[in-house]
């Protein structure tokens, strides 16, 4: 009896001992960034559903996140928001897509409300 109290104990204790996939370990951090990018005139012209679903796809591949983008009027240069482990991991996503890449800039702060919030801390400004 004592021997099937210790087995039965080791189980309920597994899960505090399990691997770093498990729902308890603590995520790696995510950093937030701007990617600039000009297209040919025209280029941004034949984005459908299903080719932004092949980059989402291609970006989740590599733990990167696509959030927003911003692109001028006459649709050359574009302004994208993305998040992910590093810039290095956003880099690999455009070159994957077959994006150009003019510049990547993390933005950690954001100043929305008047209070700055970090991309993985909050920091309240004095």
């Known amino acids: 009896m004592k021997s099937l109290f210790v087995i039965v104990s080791l189980f309920a204790l597994a899960p505090a001992f399990g691997d770093e996939t498990s729902s308890n370990a603590i995520p790696a951090p ?56 590093s810039e290095a991991a956003v880099r690999k996503a455009a070159e994957l897509n077959k994006l150009p890449v003019d510049s990547v800039t993390e933005v950690p702060v954001d100043l929305e409300s008047g209070v700055a919030k970090s991309a993985t801390a909050k920091v309240q400004r004095k």
Do not use: M
């Open 30 to 85: 995510t950093h937030r960034y701007i990617i600039e990018r000009t297209f040919p005139r025209g280029a941004l012209d034949h984005l459908d559903a299903s080719v932004k679903s092949e980059v989402n796809q291609n970006n989740a591949s590599l733990g990167v996140r696509w959030l927003h983008s911003y692109a001028n009027a006459d649709e050359t240069k574009t302004f994208c928001v993305y998040e992910g482990p």
